[in-house]
């Protein structure tokens, strides 16, 4: 059986990262070591946690670079905040598929790719363009080599990711979660307060939620089925980050992101979004990262920087640099119906754990 090389990515901390960036990274690294461990018991011949300074190296060129450094038989990449909730049964799926004889893909999930298993990782991706994520990788091959693509799709809980420490306090006393640093009590307050309340008017029957960016039917059924209270989505801007990969299939998008909330937010102002979604409903999960698209484009080199994202995350807008996002943030805290701003995770696989109680500490 060919033995299976997994390399789990993690990238370096940019020169200057402020307090947050550095909280992530401490929670990226200590899931990198458990993910290490975990390969390893589950037959990975051996596990590389590969650091690489941040830099606009398109994530196609550095996995090419790897493949030719490390030569695997069958190869697992995977991000190094990917699947934090992943059980052994999920890790030993992956080292199976990578080690089979014949060429074969497994990922998480085949449009939005986290972590992929490679079998004949040499011959797969010969020819593997610049692709700037792993999110599209599963979608070039199976659209571009004809190699047989699977994915674990049905299993949600392996499309939970850590982008942003917001994602730590949702994950918070979750079922399989590893125990991860989290951002300090004084920095996690606002967003446990607001997540309690939340978590109270999804139990109840008379109140209306709003969920407005990235999310699924697979998640909007979650929620018909486990919580009480009415759902209002607004569903927006789904394969942001998997755009490209169409786009090098010769099927680029027609038009660039565009968000109904976003819409509003450009006529009245980024701070009308605490009276915009009170009118909608008695509590809202929003996907920030839509409302960055939709004003700035997909290329996050030109958003504000991951700090002032991550501060605004955990509504913290005296943290926030960038006029237009603090106002936002701002807006967000001080809205007379709770809000939390977040990206993907918090509207699409996060969901379940923002309005699910926890089990162990936290705000409810």
Same mark, same amino acid.
């Given at each position: 059986m060919p033995e299976v090389t997994v390399v789990i990515l993690a990238p370096e901390l940019a020169a200057g990262a402020g307090p947050l960036e550095r909280a992530l990274d401490a929670?990226?690294?200590?899931?990198?070591?458990?993910?290490?461990?975990?390969?390893?018991?589950?037959?990975?011949a051996r596990v590389v946690v590969h650091r690489e300074p941040p830099d606009d190296t398109p994530f196609g060129a550095r996995l090419r670079r790897l493949v030719e450094m490390l030569r695997p038989e069958g190869l697992v990449v995977l991000g190094g905040g990917a699947i934090p909730l992943a059980a052994a049964a999920d890790r030993r799926a992956f080292i199976e598929?990578?080690?089979? /004889?014949?060429?074969?893909?497994?990922?998480?999930h085949r449009y939005s790719?986290?972590?992929?298993?490679?079998?004949?990782?040499? /011959?797969?991706?010969? /020819?593997?363009? /610049?692709?700037?994520?792993?999110n599209a990788l599963p979608r070039w091959l199976a659209e571009s080599t004809g190699v047989a693509v699977r994915d674990l799709s049905a299993r949600r809980r392996l499309a939970m990711d850590i982008d942003s420490p917001l994602d730590l306090l949702l994950l918070e006393g979750a079922i399989g979660a590893p125990a991860l640093?989290?951002?300090?009590?004084?920095?996690?307050?606002?967003?446990?307060?607001?997540?309690?309340?939340?978590r109270r008017l999804a139990a109840?029957?008379?109140?209306?939620?709003?969920?407005?960016? &990235?999310?699924?039917?697979?998640?909007? &059924?979650?929620?018909?089925?486990?919580?009480?209270?009415?759902?209002?989505?607004?569903?927006?801007?789904?394969?942001?980050?998997?755009?490209?990969?169409?786009?090098?299939?010769?099927?680029?998008?027609?038009?660039?992101?565009?968000?109904?909330?976003?819409?509003?937010?450009?006529?009245?102002?980024p701070a009308s979004l605490g009276r915009h979604v009170a009118a909608l409903c008695d509590g809202a999960l929003v996907d920030s990262r839509v409302l960055l698209a939709h004003r700035l484009g997909t290329d996050e080199r030109a958003w504000p920087p991951p700090e002032d994202r991550f501060a605004a995350d955990l509504l913290l807008p005296d943290r926030v640099v960038d006029p237009w996002l603090r106002s936002l943030a701002e807006a967000a805290a001080a809205a007379p119906v709770p809000v939390v701003l977040g990206a993907h995770s918090l509207v699409g696989p996060g969901v379940r754990l923002a309005l699910r109680r926890p089990r162990g500490r936290g705000p409810g």
């Open positions: 929670a990226r690294t200590a899931l990198a070591e458990h993910h290490r461990a975990g390969f390893l018991a589950s037959g990975a598929a990578a080690a089979s /004889d014949a060429p074969g893909v497994l990922a998480n790719a986290d972590v992929i298993a490679i079998a004949r990782a040499g /011959d797969v991706l010969a /020819d593997l363009p /610049d692709l700037p994520s792993d640093p989290l951002p300090g009590d004084d920095e996690a307050a606002p967003v446990r307060e607001r997540l309690g309340a939340l109840q029957p008379t109140a209306e939620l709003l969920v407005a960016g &990235r999310t699924s039917a697979a998640d909007l &059924r979650w929620l018909e089925r486990h919580t009480r209270a009415r759902t209002r989505a607004l569903v927006e801007e789904r394969g942001l980050r998997t755009a490209t990969a169409a786009a090098l299939l010769g099927r680029p998008n027609r038009r660039p992101p565009r968000s109904l909330l976003g819409e509003l937010l450009d006529r009245d102002g």
